[in-house]
């Protein structure tokens, strides 16, 4: 997971694929479990990930707001792919 900061101050936290073990199996997002713009909390379930018989779901990097996803349903995915990101809300001080 990878901090950047966006234009508006917020930080952005990649969702990225992780390393399965299955190096001859192609992977693809199966279901996003979270629709785009919904609050969700660290480690909260927001993609499934098929790879043959195996299915994993991963979960998000930390609370904030589920942006776009990056790869839609039915996509294939690899290693180190961005699928989507959470955006931290900005604090008002």
């Known amino acids: 997971m990878t901090n950047r900061p966006a234009s508006a101050g ?3 936290h990649r969702i990225i694929m992780p390393d399965l073990g299955l190096p001859d199996v192609r992977a693809k997002v199966s279901l ?3 629709p785009a713009g919904r609050r969700v909390q660290q480690g909260d379930r927001v993609v499934e990930i098929l790879a043959g018989d195996v299915t ?3 979960g998000a990097p930390a609370d904030g707001l589920l942006d776009a996803p990056q790869i839609l349903e039915d996509q294939p995915v690899r290693t180190g792919d961005v699928l989507g990101s959470v955006r931290e809300p900005v604090e008002n001080t």
């Open 32 to 34: 996003w479990l979270v």
């Open 10 to 12: 917020a930080k952005t």
């Open 56 to 58: 994993v779901d991963l």
